[in-house]
């Protein structure tokens, strides 16, 4: 289509609808869209693809939930919330303050898991 790449991405990672795989591949690129595929973020239908996951930046990083549609069907992982927000506002200061090349946080049992 003629949809901005913004535009687009936020059509399927923030609403969840179907987009042109070609549109997507440009976007992405096609190596990008294969590994999405095949992680289940998203998946291909004919000439569609549509993302089952939800993107939300916050406090720098992207933050992936599933769609509303998918939270009445399965377990699901739920929006960012304050409490969420709150948590990935705190814990980038306590990040800030480790040493080391790479730091990875787990952070269980609060919803989408910030």
């Given amino acids: ?18 987009a042109e795989r070609s549109d997507v ?16 973020v998203l998946v291909s239908w004919s000439d569609f693809v549509f993302a089952v996951v ?7 990083g992207l933050f992936f939930t599933d769609l509303p549609l998918w939270r009445t069907f399965c377990d699901s992982v739920y929006q960012l ?13 306590g990040v800030a303050a480790l040493k080391g090349p790479s730091v ?11």
């Fill in 1 to 18: 289509g003629d949809a901005p790449a913004v535009a687009q991405l936020a059509w399927l990672f923030g609403v969840g609808g179907a």
């Fill in 81 to 93: 919330g304050e409490d969420s927000l709150a948590l990935a506002v705190g814990s980038k200061s």
């Fill in 25 to 40: 591949a440009a976007l992405l690129s096609e190596d990008l869209l294969e590994a999405l595929i095949a992680l289940g």
């Fill in 54 to 60: 939800q993107i939300f930046p916050a406090e720098g």
């Fill in 104 to 114: 990875r946080i787990l952070d269980l049992c609060t919803g989408s898991g910030v």
